[in-house]
Structure formats: structure tokens, C-alpha cells
């Protein structure tokens, strides 16, 4: 049992030690990687952006601007992808920068969307990190009358890893480490208090006599 115990311990001490470190790479800054700026008009439209592949040791900081109001949207597809599903439910020619038919497409393929928002003639800043490799495009679309002015800069922010999970890694071995180690360290306090009070006795029955 004594055995069994002391290599729980070292188990427990090396597994702590390990999520400590992943911990410790969680907390480095990302490195920014490239930025890219945009501009555009919407009126009953949608527009795009940016358009890449992001993994998951890249972060996308979008910043959208608008003097009306706005939806925007980061995508987890291509452009192309909107465009052949277009095509495929609307008969040639056909206006791809209808924001119709791109409502459309959303309303069919609501998984594709990574995260939306309003703005309402408002600065926005969001971002986003995907959980595997992923093709993004991020996207405008107005559905009012009157041409409203839209503004885009993202910046591209590398990790040394995945931070949410090497996070999720650091507390899960930090906490097996815990477990292991914690017999270990009670058994060795109740060692100490025993000496301690050993060594306690012998005085207070000197005193007596």
C-alpha cells in the first residue's frame, strides 16, 4: 500500500508539473501575422470581405464599420460555397449580391455561420478562433434601401497552440495531479503531527515531574 502510494504521488507531482506548464504556454500573446483592410457599399445587398483558412493556433480580429445599419457575419465556408448554392436554387442569371438569396442560404445552412451581428452606424470589434482547420469568409449584408458605407480591417493573430485547449488540458491534469498527490501529502502530515506530538510529550511529563 506504502508503495503504491509513493508512486501515485510521483504520478500525480509529474502530471501536476505538466499542466502547470501547459498553463504557463496558454498565458503567451498571440503574434500578430498580417492585417488587411476593406471598404463597401451595401443597398439590399451582401458583400464580402475576407476570405482564408484559419487553424485553431489562428485567432481573426474583425473590426466592422458602418454609417447605417448592417448585418455581419463571419462564415465558416468560401464565397464560392454561397455562389454554387445560389446557382443551384435559382435559375441563370441570376444576382449573387442579392440579399434575398443570401438570406436564403443562411436560413437553409445555419451551421455555416460562425457568429453574426447587427450594428447600427457603430464601430464592432469581435474575435473569433475555430476549433479545426477551416475555410472563413467574413461578410456584410444590408437589407434596407439607402447605400450604406462599410469599413473592414482584420488582423491575423498566431498561438503557439490552441489556447482553449491547452487550457481545458491544464485543468484537467492539474486536477488529476491533485488527486494523486493529495494521499500522499496527508499521509505525510499525519507522519509530521505524530512526531510533533511525540516530541510534545515527553517535555509535558518532564513538567509534571
Known sequence: MK?????????GTTVFAIGLA????????????????????????????YEG????????????????????????????TVYDWISEHHPVPVDYSNV????????SNPTSVAWQDEIRNQTIT?????????????????????????N????????????SKVQV???IAISIGIVFTLPWLSKLLRAKKRREDRATTPREESGLR
Open 22 to 49: 501547459f498553463f504557463l504556454v496558454s498565458l503567451i500573446p498571440p503574434t500578430p501575422t498580417g492585417d488587411f483592410i476593406s471598404s463597401g457599399y451595401v443597398s439590399k445587398t451582401w458583400v464580402t470581405f
Open 3 to 11: 508503495r503504491w502510494s509513493v508512486i501515485l504521488s510521483r504520478v
Open 53 to 80: 483558412v484559419l487553424t485553431p493556433q489562428q485567432r481573426l480580429r474583425s473590426t466592422f464599420t458602418a454609417n447605417g445599419t448592417v448585418n455581419v457575419y463571419i462564415l465558416e465556408v468560401t464565397p464560392r
Open 169 to 171: 488540458l491544464s485543468e
Open 100 to 107: 434575398t438569396y443570401f438570406d436564403q442560404y443562411l436560413d
Open 152 to 163: 473592414y480591417e482584420c488582423s491575423l493573430l498566431r498561438s503557439v497552440a490552441p489556447t
Open 126 to 150: 469581435y474575435e473569433y478562433t475555430p476549433t479545426k482547420t477551416v475555410n472563413i469568409t467574413s461578410a456584410v449584408s444590408g437589407h434596407g434601401p439607402d447605400v450604406v458605407s462599410t
